[in-house]
């Protein structure tokens, strides 16, 4: 789909390399594509063991049977923050395939909105002026959410630490925050980044999402969508993996890693046995509980959390309207039970004019209902926000719930989530060359591609000695500044 020569394969291209070892990828999602791509180009063959037809596991299209089409399981964005996912998108060479939207726009219902738009003062200031001109809060309101950034970033990455264990609301609360603010500000986008509400969810991670996915840098909240189907994204990947001396193993499930007491040497898979020098799991944490035997439990300390990780729920609806409804790209649903829309432009030849896709973040009370009272409610949503929208503008609907989409960043889950590699010095000893990724390993991050991706970079740099994660955008000055 594109033509640009991506990075990974113009290095391969450039690079003679005469003795490769394999390392066997146990999944074929962002975390284990970017475990690949590093681990190819520092002159490794990677064995990607892929379950299912295709690439991206959570983060994929799918074609739906009833229009043809081909949709994504659900909207998924990245931000000017996400250094990995980006850095990977280039080495993918589909890093043009990313549009970018330096407004957020909130609907005050009535067809009425605020838009909160990144300008030209440095950070922090950047979101300062749009700020002052939302409608939807009052200027003691302003005051309040102001007060909550001043302390956000003034902590910074240290100070967030003291928060550790605890739910945000405890933060919102000690900053004095109104139960409006909370509803309407914070709630949307806790629940869009972390997938829990504030009250269930880690304060550290909500808090990073503030700090330095808004405030630390001007770049840092600039939101990036897809332009095609995320499942095209990985195109490229076969060609890297290829070129490196390894294969693309899609249709073939892991059954067990394979362990001789001391390393895993390979995995076995329901199409035999794949031998490999080094194994990397990527795939979620109750999958990979039933890849190992007790015997590798009890080698590796890494592996005895991995029944403690609950997940949370996202369910996204596909809308195709008549007629063009939505004028902005997003719209984010303040106070409603539908949290954001995303508008895309019909493909040619497509038999509507519009296609929208509603996301409900945290969506345990949508579970067992039916599509016809899914598109009933979301549709409600819409026309709060969007009054000229009918139900009867709406060619064809399809709900897509995922209820593992992300692990549940309820608070102390940092505490369970397992590093790359072993640790030197474990007393467990530990499996050398099995290697962890996946976006809920120890990565910092909330579940999300980003988090995925720096799982993958971890592994691979410590599988392979070199490479890495990709470093976060550096704060601006005057936050650097601020900083106690
Ligand atoms: C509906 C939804 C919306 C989201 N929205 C966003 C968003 O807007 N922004 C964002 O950054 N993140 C978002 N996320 C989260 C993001 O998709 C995930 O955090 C990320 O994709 C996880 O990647 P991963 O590689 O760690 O895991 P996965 O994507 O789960 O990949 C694991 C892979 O392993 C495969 N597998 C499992 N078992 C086996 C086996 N035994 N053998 C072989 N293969 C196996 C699976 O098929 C899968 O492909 C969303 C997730 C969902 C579901």
Redesign the pocket.
Known sequence: MFHRTPRAIRFHRERRVIVRRSVAI???????LAAAVRAAEAGWSPIL????TML????TSFTDVRSGEELD??????MGC?TNILDLYERLGVLDAIEWHQTLHFARGGGASDALTIGSLPAPLHYARSFAGMKLFTLSEKAAISRAFLAILRMGPKGRLRWQGRAFTEFLAQWRQPARVVELFWEPIVLSSCNMPSARCEATHALKVFDEGMLAHSFAGTVGVATIPLVHLYDNAREIITNAGGELRLR???KALAFDGTRVTGVITDDGRIDAHAVIS???PN?LAK?CSSTMRDHDRRLLKLEQFTFSP?L?VHLAFKRRVMETATLALAGRATHWLFAHNAPPNANYAQRIEAVVSAADEWIGLSEEEICTRVCADIAWAIPTVSRADILWSRPVL?RQ??FASTPGIDAIRPRAAIEAGDPSGGIPNLFL????TDTDWP??????AR?GYAAAAALTSSGGVIADLPPARLVRFMRV
């Open positions: 146990v999944g074929g999602g962002v975390a284990g063991i892929e379950t299912r991206g596991g959570r983060a399981n659900s909207q998924h964005i990245v996400c073939t499930s892991a990527a795939v979620p999958r890849l996202i996204g995922e989409a992300t990724a996946g976006e809920w579940s999300t591609m980003e988090g995925a799982s």
